[in-house]
């Protein structure tokens, strides 16, 4: 199985690779729903997209130090519960809303597979990060991943970086589950402070 044809790089996100001579840049690696915007099941359509009140905030203050990406799971594609075209449209929407608040995402990769369909890309395997860290020069031992879902903790950890998990959406269902020693926030919020303390940063600078 190709991991390249089996994932999708959602149109509509710009992509902004590092030129061959910069340094490798750390990077956070952004869970979608239940992290950024409310989980409100499988999204069709972008009018039923909503934005954590924190997010445009904490994403401000994060991409002066990092480079910001998206990857997603969205195994309703798979189910036939999604079309493909309704999830690029989703997460379009998505990265405008943000560019337009001053935030800039490098790119948003998904990956639309369900679980039993053993796929290369579907989180916790560290295909998207690898991807991303070839393709934007990355750092990947000092780069973060936030999410709701174990398996964003998972992610950061297949790669040796941090996760940091949030207990918005499916978050505070699933705590129990997480390892003593990682490490759970309330929110996107909470958890920029974490990373940009945890990183000697200044957690209070907005850009």
């Known amino acids: 199985m190709d991991p390249a044809q089996n994932s999708c790089e959602i149109p509509g996100v710009q992509t902004t690779p590092n030129s ?29 997209v909503v934005f954590y009140p924190a997010t445009v905030a904490a994403l401000r203050r994060l991409q002066q130090h990092f480079r910001l990406f998206i990857v997603t799971n ?18 379009a929407f998505v990265g405008a809303h943000l560019r337009e608040q001053g935030v800039n995402i490098a790119a948003v990769y ?11 890309c579907i ?9 991303a860290a070839r393709e934007h020069g990355l750092d990947l031992r000092r780069s973060f991943a936030i999410g709701d879902h174990l398996h964003d903790v998972e992610l950061a950890r297949q790669v040796g970086g941090t996760g940091v998990y949030v207990l918005t959406g499916h978050g505070r269902k699933h705590q129990g589950e997480l390892n003593p020693e990682d490490i759970a926030v309330e929110g996107i919020a909470e958890a920029a402070d974490w990373i940009l303390q945890h990183s000697g940063l200044d957690a209070k600078t907005v850009s």
């Not at 998904?110 to 290369?120: G, K, M, S, T, Y």
């Open 20 to 48: 061959p001579a910069s340094p490798l840049a750390p990077a956070v690696f952004l869970d979608r729903d239940g992290t950024l915007i409310e989980d409100r099941g499988y999204l069709r359509s972008p009018a039923e």
């Open 110 to 120: 998904c990956c639309p597979h369900q679980r039993e369909d053993n796929c290369a």
């Open 74 to 91: 969205q195994s309703g594609v798979a189910k036939g519960l999604q079309t493909l075209a309704e999830v690029e449209q989703v997460n």
């Open 123 to 131: 989180k916790p395997k560290p295909y998207f990060p690898e991807l």
